[in-house]
């Protein structure tokens, strides 16, 4: 293994394949906050060369966190497809790249190979591809996911209805989610992040949806963002939904910030595989975000997209309905600008389905980042097109609760029209009946929900 | 003169094509979300587009004002601040906000109450306005509250670019059982003047992040202070019977 390159006469040594791994990584100030960034532009592209040269078994054999001190590395590399691996082993990442991208290999093809490498691995080849491999490649793989509606089918952008309202009020919730529903937002799944963390609260919101769902025959599933524990305590004492929701980290102590266990999380998908309301098999929802694990010191000095990583190879083992990267959440402190939340979505996108993961994106900036609609918007283009399961369905783009811009559902409604894409079949023969979306557009109907109150 | 930001959200909306405007209005009364703003093709309308502009540049804008010293003054606190030199550390410097360096340890022990029931404190986060908005009516309620159950308060003081994890030094350098940090939330279109409380039972160092019990949302908009307030005195007596805090107390 040689971690040592020149450049234009110069040298660069790294210390170890962590080290290389977050130097190769495109700008990122929390990698920068973190001291892990490279120092240079070119430093960063000796980086890149020698990862190109490192081999899938190197990667495989470096993990960020040691085996024997965290559960996430032990789930990822137990999981790893034995025979997979075998085959790509002596590959080096440059060679995986080449591969990845060639036209004689198909998505299908890809995904089996994703079987066989770590996050790590993943990581790695993703640093060494600009903007529009990881657009190109990424298109290549269909990834499905059954709940009550499969997700994933050619052709198709589902959105999630996010009806969030700052007090969980019912009458709110639901006047953000019909309106939802008259722009044909809602096949993912109405999910709604209650403002309140309790059983109460998520035993009523869940009664809101399940309502909701029945009583119009809505083909979608249901979900309330609450802590893990909280659902399953919801689920015991009778409540209905059909996706369980957690946050996940790429290490065991960020996932300890979260107040999360492995465990707790084979808990809550056997319970909600027995006692939800979903047909399954899919029925966990999780979401993501780069540098989640550094706003909780559980990096151990790697980069984040590595660390991102980790939380997909933690996620597949679950096999979940929606991935969903929240990339512009976290912060100017992490993610600084537009140009580096266009990376990381990309990244974030295409690292997630080459682990096999139904992955969207909660296209997203905060106030305090340099970045406005504009930038939003722009990055949703680029999504569709990296074959991104689905996106948030906000009114305007303006969430109330979560104080933050995402796309909103005249967005969308615009990203489907313009690249010829469909809600899920069922969902968007239910929109269909009440004109809310006809001939692959927006219908008669659309944007009055007063339809659905006569 | 005309001004786009004068009427409510909830007054604002757009019947074009609507079979029953009457329901449209009625389900705006729930919410302050951005419904029943009609559309064109699959694009905003012209008002509304300009309308979430504004909005949206006066909660950017929001981030880099600084509290006012009248503000502090007013209330008659002790100011003390972090590492963080301007708003623009604060941004990108997420460690120096967390850090209290020994000097403003220093005036911190000369003139707060030591080994208090309850350490309460005021910092401007990410939104400065919240501040003057909410801690008159937000303090003065939980301070009653807590002093009527018979708890000890220490002496309250604001902190400039505050950090939430402040908590982790202030609340072993002063004593306190429990700690509870009241400080501006990333600022949002429908306010720029909402805050959250993080409070911990005996903060430390090496806490972890979900030992605190979070409420957010507080504002005129959300859930206003003195409601906040009873929530708060009431979650601050469970923590300090129970010894624990965070997402292991069962609401």
Same mark, same amino acid.
């Given at each position: 293994m040689i971690l040592k390159t020149k450049l234009y006469n110069k040298t660069y040594e790294f210390s170890s394949v962590k080290d290389v791994l977050a130097k190769a990584s495109e700008q990122k100030s929390g990698d920068i906050l973190a001291g892990v960034a490279a120092e240079s532009k070119l430093e960063r592209v000796a980086a890149k060369v020698v990862l190109s040269e490192l081999t899938v078994k190197d990667l495989y054999e470096n993990p960020s966190v040691p085996y024997e001190k965290d559960a #996430?590395?032990?789930?990822? /590399?137990?999981d790893i497809d034995a025979a997979a691996y075998e085959k790509l082993k002596g590959t080096s990442l440059g060679e995986l790249r080449e591969w !990845? !991208?060639?036209? /004689?290999?198909?998505? *299908?093809?890809?995904?089996?190979?994703?079987?066989? !490498?770590?996050? *790590?691995?993943?990581?790695? #080849?993703?640093k060494l591809m600009g903007n529009l491999d990881l657009i190109y490649a990424g298109s290549k793989m269909k990834i499905t996911a059954t709940c009550n509606t499969t997700i994933g089918e050619d052709g198709v952008l589902a959105c999630r209805l996010q009806p969030n309202h700052p007090i969980d009020d019912k009458d709110g919730i639901i006047a953000s989610a019909l309106e939802g529903l008259s722009y044909g937002a809602g096949d993912a799944v109405l999910g709604v992040n209650p403002a309140i963390d309790t059983i109460d609260s998520t035993l009523s919101v869940w009664e809101v949806l399940e309502n909701l769902k029945n009583k119009y025959q809505i083909p979608t599933q249901t979900c309330v963002l609450s802590h893990v524990t909280t659902q399953m305590e919801a689920l015991k004492r009778g409540g209905r939904a059909d996706l369980c929701f957690q946050s996940i980290a790429g290490s065991e102590k960020a996932l300890a910030a979260f107040g999360v266990t492995l465990p707790m999380l084979s808990e809550a998908n056997a319970l909600f595989h *027995? /006692?939800?309301?979903?047909?399954?098999?899919? #029925?966990?929802?999780? *979401?993501?975000? /780069?540098?989640?694990?550094?706003?909780?010191?559980?990096h151990f000095n790697t980069d984040q997209v590595t660390m991102e990583c980790r939380c997909y190879g933690l996620a597949r083992h679950f096999r979940p309905f929606l991935v969903n990267t929240v990339v512009g959440f976290m912060g100017p402190e992490y993610i600084y600008d537009s140009k580096q939340l266009t990376r990381a979505a990309l990244e974030d996108v295409f690292n997630g389905h080459l682990h096999g993961l139904p992955m969207g994106c909660d296209v997203c900036y905060t106030n305090h980042m340099p970045m406005d609609q504009n930038d939003n918007e722009a990055l949703a283009m680029l999504l569709v097109n990296a074959g991104c399961h689905f996106m948030m369905g906000v009114p305007q783009g303006d969430d109330i609760m979560l104080m933050y811009q995402s796309t909103g559902f005249h967005d969308l409604a615009a990203l489907r029209e313009i690249s010829k894409k469909h809600p899920i079949k069922e969902f968007e023969q239910w929109l269909s009946k009440w004109g809310f979306w006809e001939n692959g557009k927006l219908g008669r109907n659309a944007g009055d929900f007063t339809v659905l109150l006569q | 003169m005309k001004d786009i930001t004068e009427s409510s959200i909830q007054k604002t909306g757009c019947e074009e094509g609507i079979l029953e405007p009457g329901l449209m209005w009625k389900a705006k009364q729930s919410t302050t979300a951005r419904i029943g703003i009609g559309h064109t093709g699959a694009r905003y309308k012209t008002n509304s587009m300009l309308r979430f502009l504004a909005d949206q540049a006066q909660?950017?804008?929001?981030?880099?004002?600084?509290?006012?010293?009248?503000?502090? @003054?007013?209330?008659?606190?002790?100011?003390?601040?972090?590492?963080?030199?301007?708003?623009?550390?604060?941004?990108?410097?997420p460690d120096w906000g967390r850090i209290? %360096? %020994?000097?403003?340890?220093?005036l911190l022990l000369d003139n707060c109450k030591i080994n208090p029931d309850v350490q309460i404190y005021f910092g401007d986060g990410l939104c400065s306005p919240a501040i003057g908005a909410n801690i008159p009516d937000l303090f003065q309620v939980i301070s009653k509250g807590l002093a009527f159950e018979g708890k000890v308060v220490g002496t309250p003081f604001f902190v400039r670019y505050c950090r939430v994890n402040t908590a982790r030094t202030i609340g072993p350098l002063l004593g306190a059982k429990v700690t509870c940090v009241l400080i501006g939330e990333r600022p949002g279109l429908?306010?720029? %003047?909402?805050?959250?409380?993080?409070?911990?039972?005996?903060?430390?160092?090496k806490m972890q992040e979900s030992e605190y019990t979070v409420v957010s949302n507080i504002s005129r908009y959300g859930i206003p202070p003195v409601e906040a307030a009873a929530h708060i005195v009431d979650l601050i007596l469970e923590?300090? %019977? @129970? @010894?624990?805090?965070?997402?292991?107390?069962?609401?």
């Open positions: #996430v590395t032990r789930l990822i /590399q137990d !990845l !991208l060639s036209g /004689q290999t198909t998505g *299908e093809m890809m995904l089996a190979a994703g079987k066989g !490498l770590t996050s *790590e691995a993943i990581s790695g #080849v993703s *027995e /006692q939800g309301s979903a047909k399954g098999p899919n #029925v966990m929802y999780f *979401e993501t975000g /780069q540098a989640s694990e550094l706003s909780s010191s559980a | 909660a950017s804008d929001s981030v880099f004002t600084e509290v006012e010293d009248a503000v502090i @003054k007013k209330m008659n606190i002790l100011e003390i601040h972090t590492k963080c030199r301007n708003k623009e550390d604060m941004i990108v410097r209290v %360096e %020994e000097d403003q340890q220093k429908s306010t720029a %003047e909402s805050m959250s409380a993080y409070i911990a039972y005996r903060p430390h160092p923590i300090l %019977e @129970k @010894k624990q805090s965070g997402i292991r107390v069962d609401l």
